[in-house]
Nanobody, 118 residues
Framework: QVRLVESGGGSVQPGGSLRLSCVAP???????????MAWYRQAPGKERELVAV???????KVTDSVKGRFTISRNNSRKTVTLQMNSLKSEDTAVYYC?????????WGQGTQVTVSS
């Protein structure tokens, strides 16, 4: 288990932007870089879905529904992964979870609420 701490959630109107951050404060650099980092989200009554991933190799994948609007990045020296969310839509409303995965290790943050409404 890896401790992950998310921040940056909140309420925004459609078309607005938010930036989510996730920190792994108990990991050192050499440990953090060994994990694939990702953002997931879960809306009420729906399944948790993958939003974006940045692998240990720096390869980025973003789910089609947010492609062109969301950007994932990581700063390994700061042990941080960020999700920049632009042009937000009501369907983006969900609890967003940071995820760290390596082999059999699969760790989750506590989640941060993102609400998009007028």
């Amino acid at each position: 288990q890896v401790r992950l701490v998310e921040s940056g959630g909140g309420s925004v109107q459609p078309g607005g932007s938010l930036r989510l951050s996730c920190v792994a404060p108990r990991l050192i650099f050499s440990e953090f870089i060994s994990y694939d980092m990702a953002w997931y989200r879960q809306a009420p009554g729906k399944e948790r879905e993958l939003v974006a991933v940045m692998s240990t190799n720096g390869i980025t994948k973003v789910t089609d529904s947010v492609k062109g609007r969301f950007t994932i990045s990581r700063n390994n020296s700061r042990k941080t992964v960020t999700l920049q969310m632009n042009s937000l839509k009501s369907e983006d409303t969900a609890v967003y979870y940071c995820n760290a995965q390596r082999d059999s290790i699969n760790s989750w943050g506590q989640g941060t609420q993102v609400t998009v409404s007028s």
